[in-house]
């Protein structure tokens, strides 16, 4: 493809340990992932195109599938990384070729298919923390045109955080999914594909640490933060009810045809999803700015696609992608301390309703032999709609309980056309390089955290990108060898990001806006060698970031910024360097058994994850891992012991401005040891 795409497969993501989305990007080079509230809002970018948003209601620069089917929203891909065949992310601007417009990229999550034959495993795994894990598969064929594949995934644990007052434990999960495949082989050209899955979460979330709020607040050291010298997994939650009542599923279609002259291929989705949590959001036992999230979204979508050879010379492929999304919510931001009064709660009670529609079209047309030139477009038209708004529940700001301190009822229509064109040039087979210039778009914004200041609530306009990519891939000595590497110049108008604002009543707010311009330039190197020394495997990648913010910012609506964002100024997500390795060394032991040993490290930059924020940055994070497994060499079982984050690093992987200006930090997960059992029948 003309484009960069990173592959990671299933058997890696079990070796590397890796369980949910967020976590594959310590080893995709370009590619962050932090989880801004306790869990359940990963906010994903791609060389530092993303939407550092943490309330959850809005789409990403990054469009993530799950089989096909277009996940908008974070939530609808918590607890579905199990029993994945591959992991694909491609870079740059897509939607022109399948699904959605985006500017960053996607992320492709393909579970196992069933075949026509009966096998399957069963997983059972122990780790720190009191942590259990059990996951299998079994694949049955029904019948001579119909093969089902039934796969679940659960894990259980205690929890590493640890309340300094009370002793209750946080990060504690309780995670259940479960998925079935169903495969109906219609004809020998055409097959239909039935996936009914479903999702439920009722962990404990982890909190973050205030390590100034006494301070900031006059107060002695651990009255209602942990203090500046705090053990890493030290927490002060207090009586406040952090909980986390998670629970969703849907049915997905997928269908092929194939024809003579090419391919027509279908992905259908419907999903449900309810969530209740409360979040320790300021990290202090008493209610700054905690949260809870209250909303049930429910979405639906539909892509299709007819991919020809039209001529020697000629392919094209022509679709239509289409969505609707709605999501009821109330989310309340209790902050009595804070304000002074009993009961002073904040809720922004709304509704948010979206309409996507697409159609693109690519083609790839043959010059001369091993010359190709690219050419796709795109229409894309949203519609987004929202109606409510921020209510003073008590009366604690305004005096009249109920009262509205914000209200929108409102609906932005927005058309866009985009486009990409390249050259590819195969040099020999396996060996290509390949330049591209497309334009990436994604849908305007609405921020519903519940915020005093009407103009935080108000409509973000469409980001807009023009990409610059070049790049080369090889692939040498039968597979053995494969490299890629590209460089890239992004020019954003428009772009969302989060900024912290000064709100009344001298409250501090995160709050959504946009930087009218911006650039990010860099350079991407990875690659795999396998067996060039007898029984080792090598894989390894290197990114570098320079992204900056061209246009100075000061206000958010006239909301003036905590710290004014100058011209040059980095922008978040973009860490200026980034790097992983991975090693893998088989010994035989005797004729039938064989042992792996395998090495695994990850570092990236430290960077911004808010604008206008002086406390709005991570630290550099690095993850040394081990894993050691034997079984025979069939492959009938293997035994596994493990260790992640060996060096027991706890840097801060998400830090930010509380509402009463004190500093808010999430730590890195803590070392993590533990063994795996796997029998596959």
Known sequence: MANTVDTISG????????????????????????????????????RGIGLDDYIGTNMGGIGIYLDGVFAPYPVFYNGQMFDVQTVSVEKGPQGFEYGRSTTGGSINVESIKPTDHFGGYLDWGYGSYGTNTARGAVNVPVADNIYNRFAFSYINGDGWQHDIHTGRLYGAQDLLGLRNLTQFVIDDRSSLMLNIHYIRDRGTPVSPQDVDGDAVNGLPDRTIGVGPNARANAVNVGDNAASRDENGGGIGVNYTRAFDFGTFTSATGIDFYRRDDYDNYDGESVHVGDYRWNDTAIVQSHDMHLRMRLAR??????????????????????????????????????????????????????????????????????????????????????GVAGSHLSYLNTAHDYGRLTGRVGLRYTIMPGTLVYGTISNGYKAGAYFAAPVTAPQALD??????????????????????????????????????????????????????????????????????????????????????????????????????????????????????????????????AGPRYRVTVQASYT?????????????????????????????????????????????????????????????????QTPRWVGCDLRYNF
């Not at 990519?469 to 053995?480: C, D, P, V």
């Not at 989060?498 to 990875?526: K, Q």
């Not at 079982?637 to 060096?647: E, P, R």
């Open 11 to 46: 058997r890696e993501l079990q070796e590397l340990h890796i369980v949910s989305p967020k976590e594959i990007a310590a080893f995709v080079p370009g590619v962050t992932a932090v989880n801004a509230t306790s869990g359940s809002t990963p906010i994903f970018s791609i």
């Open 313 to 398: 010379r000629l392919t094209v492929t022509v679709g239509t992608y289409e969505s609707w999304d709605r999501i009821d919510g109330a989310y309340t931001s209790y902050r009595s301390f804070l304000l002074g009064a009993p009961n002073a709660n904040l809720t922004d009670r709304f509704v948010q309703q979206n309409i996507s529609a697409g159609l693109y079209a690519n083609t790839v047309t043959t010059i001369v032999k091993g010359l190709d030139f690219i050419a796709a477009g795109r229409v894309s038209y949203d519609s987004r709609g929202f109606d409510g708004g921020t209510i003073d529940d008590s009366g604690a700001v305004t």
């Open 459 to 588: 409509y973000v306009r469409p980001e807009n990108l023009t990409a610059y990519e070049i790049g080369a891939k090889t692939s040498l000595l039968r597979n053995r060898v494969q490299l890629e590497g590209a460089l890239f110049d992004y020019e954003y108008h428009n772009r969302q990001t989060l900024f912290v604002a000064e709100m009344p009543r001298g409250i501090t707010s995160l709050s959504l806006g946009p930087i009218p311009r911006a650039r990010s330039r860099g350079g991407e190197m990875s690659g795999t060698l396998h067996e060039l020394v007898p029984n080792l495997d090598l894989r390894g990648s290197f990114a570098y970031l320079d992204a900056q913010a061209i246009t100075p910012v000061t206000n958010i609506g006239g909301l003036p910024l905590l710290s004014n964002v100058t011209a040059h100024s980095a922008i978040p997500f973009a860490p200026r360097f980034s790097w992983d390795a991975v090693a893998r060394y088989g010994i035989d």
């Open 603 to 667: 570092w990236k930059d430290n960077m911004l994850v808010a604008l206008g924020d002086p406390n709005g940055k991570t630290s550099k994070i690095g993850s040394f891992g081990m894993r050691m497994e034997v079984g025979p060499k069939s492959g009938k079982w293997t035994a596994a012991l493990y260790v992640d984050n060996m060096l027991d690093k706890h840097g801060d992987t998400y830090s930010f401005t509380g509402s009463d200006n004190s500093r808010v930090q999430y730590l």
